[in-house]
C-alpha cells in the first residue's frame, strides 16, 4: 500500500458501524457524519458493535484503500463508545490494530530546534 507522504493522521471513529458497509460508503461516512474529508490522506479506523472486528479506510493518491481484520480471540480496545471521532497517533493505531493496549502508547514531543543567530 502507498501511503500519502508526511507524517500519517490517524483519526477513530467511535461510534460503531454497520460491517457490511463497503469503501465507498466508509467515505460518505466520514464525509457526512463526521465532518471530515476522506480523500486527504488520513487514516479512519471503524469498529463494530462486537469489540472484536476493526475496519481502516485511507486515500492513498489513486484510490481507497479498505483493510479488515477480525480477532479470533479477544477483542480491541477501543475508546469509550460515542459520537464523533477521535485522534491516535500512527504508534497507538499501530497497537490497536495489533489487537494490543494502544492506551500505554505515547507519542515522544520532541522541540523543534532553533535557528541559530
Known amino acids: 500500500m502507498i501511503l500519502p507522504p508526511g507524517p500519517l493522521k490517524?483519526?477513530?471513529?467511535?461510534?460503531?458501524?454497520?460491517?457490511?458497509?463497503?469503501?465507498?460508503?466508509?467515505?460518505?461516512?466520514v464525509e457526512?457524519?463526521?465532518?471530515?474529508?476522506?480523500?486527504?490522506?488520513v487514516a479512519y479506523i471503524f469498529r463494530s458493535k462486537r469489540a472484536n472486528r476493526i475496519k481502516l479506510l485511507v486515500w492513498d493518491g489513486t484510490g481507497l484503500v479498505l483493510v479488515s481484520k477480525v480477532l479470533q480471540t479477544g477483542g480491541f480496545c477501543w475508546p469509550r463508545a460515542g459520537d464523533?471521532?477521535?485522534?491516535?497517533?500512527?504508534?497507538?493505531?499501530?497497537?490497536l490494530f495489533e489487537g494490543l493496549q494502544w492506551t500505554r502508547m505515547?507519542?515522544?514531543?520532541?522541540?523543534?530546534?532553533?535557528v541559530a543567530q
Open 10 to 29: 490517524v483519526m477513530v471513529a467511535t461510534k460503531p458501524v454497520d460491517f457490511r458497509k463497503g469503501a465507498v460508503s466508509l467515505a460518505a461516512l
Open 106 to 114: 505515547h507519542e515522544v514531543r520532541v522541540q523543534k530546534p532553533q
Open 84 to 95: 464523533g471521532v477521535m485522534r491516535l497517533t500512527p504508534s497507538q493505531a499501530s497497537a
Open 32 to 41: 457526512n457524519e463526521l465532518g471530515l474529508k476522506p480523500f486527504s490522506g
